[in-house]
């Protein structure tokens, strides 16, 4: 019987994201740590591997799929209402105890952390995309820069379909991973887990990559929406927020911000659940740094208009919803505010279809995905 490190180990083949150093040694750019990995070893993610003096990187599986209304990665501003096919791979390069995703993203750390990974090619993913009526394939729920390979492989076969592509991840890229996934990246949500250093270092990582690719994705118009996680006591203090923000706003005031509430998870059980007055403060702190799309999620028709997409020039509501539920939508196929005449940064559909789902499944009939543990 397989085991999940047996597969770490037989689904992978040679990456491109690396060079070679002496002593059969490697350096990966996949993710913020640029791991150097001598011979016979693993990188932090534990799935990048140096055999030989050459890296190995995840190929051919995915650590689960499911649909997901496009609303719940979240993206408000990318084709509202759409489905988008999800699926992730395993491990991460961080290793934060509140993860809402632990059981695939910390499978190869924690033992109590099991996940069943599918067999899988890219034409089998994106066929069965398209059969579950997917407008978007995203690549989610472990991160997706230490899988970046892979994930390129299907989204080239993606666009061949006319699939939109997506990546849901913390951030922590590098120069070369970021140009390696601009040509086949159309959207990207980066988890902003906090604005302080020290913080990153718990969670096992550094700020400044973070920084870095949000500064990058929105340089390269690739389209950028960041999500933070407000835990009471880890990263809601009014100095942390305020520079959080003001960072945003000064790369562009028009990135959405989603604020989401927390809940106890994982390893991490001793803050108090995110109540919506907390949501609410702090979105009036990103209002202050000037930003002009904020949200709030979890905690559904508790939190105002904070679930709605409003013009940022004369307020009109432009989306109206209820946690992932699209109730209204009025931007013009032009992707304006109806009123005013105001472009409405994002990425919008000629026209709204209405909604597939408002709520996650497992794909129908996609029996073709196998366990690969038996
Ligand atoms: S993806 Fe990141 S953690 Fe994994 S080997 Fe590469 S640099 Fe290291």
Redesign the pocket.
């Known amino acids: 019987m397989s085991t999940l490190r047996d597969i770490v180990y037989e689904k992978a083949r040679e990456g491109e ?2 060079e070679k150093l002496d002593r059969n040694r490697v ?9 150097p ?1 001598p011979e016979g070893q ?8 140096n055999r030989g003096g050459t ?1 190995y ?1 995840p190929w051919g599986y995915v650590g689960g799929v499911q649909c997901d209304p496009v609303e719940k990665k979240p993206f408000f501003h990318a084709y509202p209402g759409s489905l988008a096919y999800s699926f992730g791979m395993l ?1 991460c ?1 961080l290793h934060c105890a509140y993860c809402q995703n632990w059981v695939t993203s910390q499978a190869l750390r924690d033992p109590n952390a099991i996940s069943s990974p599918l067999e899988a090619s890219p034409e089998l993913l994106v066929r069965d995309a398209l059969r579950q009526g997917a407008k978007i394939l995203v690549s989610t729920y472990n ?1 997706p ?2 899988t ?1 390979e892979w994930a390129v492989a299907i989204f080239k076969e993606a666009k061949t379909a006319g699939l939109i592509t997506g990546f849901v991840s913390n951030g ?1 890229g ?1 120069p070369q991973v970021l140009e390696y996934l601009r040509p086949w990246v159309d959207l990207y949500k980066v988890d902003l887990k906090s604005f302080d250093d020290r913080h990153y270092h718990e969670l096992g990582g550094r700020i400044g990559p973070i920084l870095d690719t949000i500064r990058t994705l929105h340089q390269m118009g690739i389209w950028l929406e960041i999500v933070t996680l407000l835990i009471p006591g880890f990263n809601d203090s009014e100095a942390e927020l305020r520079g959080l923000t003001e960072f945003i706003a000064a790369v562009s005031p028009k990135i959405p911000w989603h604020l989401t509430a927390f809940h106890k998870d994982y390893k991490m059980d001793d803050p108090d659940d995110t109540r919506a007055e907390d949501l609410l403060r702090a979105a009036d702190i990103g209002r202050q740094a000037g930003l002009l799309y904020i949200y709030a999620g979890n905690l559904p028709g508790m939190v105002g208009g904070l679930e709605d997409t409003c013009c940022h020039h004369c307020g009109k509501v432009l989306i109206k919803r209820h946690g992932y539920f699209v109730e209204d939508y009025q931007i013009t196929p032009e992707g304006k505010c109806p009123s005013c005449g105001t472009s409405i940064p994002g990425r919008w559909a000629p026209r709204f279809e209405g909604q597939v789902t408002d709520r996650p499944f497992l794909p129908r009939r996609s029996s073709r995905l196998v366990t690969i543990l038996q």
């Open positions: 994201l690396y350096r990966c750019f996949a993710c913020g740590h640029c791991c990995i693993l990188g932090v993610c534990k799935v990048r591997y890296l990187v491990g390069d991160e820069l230490i970046a922590n590098t």
